[in-house]
């Protein structure tokens, strides 16, 4: 499992191990948590009690000190897993449903006639799809869109990077991202 860094003002700013989170409470350095502890790591006997240190580690942790993330002004990088994620994996042109191999990174105005590589101008579409409209704009190849695109904040970027996400961080998560998202669906 991975744990969700947020830094004090209760952003969230990665993914990180459990190992990595151990360091930070090794140091002092969480100021709060969320929710129940969800792994126990032992560590060295202790040189004063004779005892074995044990760090719970919580699904989220608030890191204290933590910069605020410059992320959180910016649009989320573009990356196909991401696009692929926000569209759900369905092709916008046909509908239908496909394993991430068999899809693509389709630019609704095309690269070549000037179209950015954008999370509003992009936009996911299976192989066939994305060769049968080739560079045209989809009014030209009269394919239109099933759903559109649009920009994910911060907490749904969280999300379309997560691996396994556990209960109480999709909790957190959901909870700031906008009605509109897919990801309520
Ligand atoms: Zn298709």
Not at 18 to 40: F, H, K, M, N
Not at 70 to 85: D, E, I, M, Y
């Amino acid at each position: 499992m991975d744990v969700l860094q947020l830094d004090v003002s209760g952003r969230p700013q990665a993914w990180i191990t459990t190992r990595e989170a151990a360091v930070i409470y090794a140091s002092d350095g969480v100021a709060w948590t969320l929710g129940e502890p969800c792994q126990v790591l032992r560590g060295g006997l202790q040189r004063r009690t004779g005892l074995q240190s044990r760090i719970e580690v919580h699904p989220i942790i608030a890191v204290r000190g933590a910069v605020p993330s410059r992320a959180w002004r910016q649009a989320p990088a573009l990356s196909n897993n991401k696009l692929f994620a926000r569209d759900r994996f369905i092709c916008a042109y046909c509908g239908h449903s496909f394993h991430p191999d068999d899809l693509t990174r389709e630019h609704i105005q095309p690269s070549s006639r000037g179209g950015a590589d954008s999370w509003m101008n992009c936009i996911t579409a299976c192989r066939g799809c994305n060769g049968r409209k080739g560079s045209r704009m989809p009014e030209e190849a009269h394919m239109s869109l099933l759903y559109l695109p649009y920009v994910p904040n911060l907490h749904e970027d969280m999300i379309l990077r997560g691996r396994r996400i556990l209960a109480d961080q999709m909790d957190f998560l959901l909870a700031c991202v906008p009605r509109s998202s897919r990801l309520h669906d």
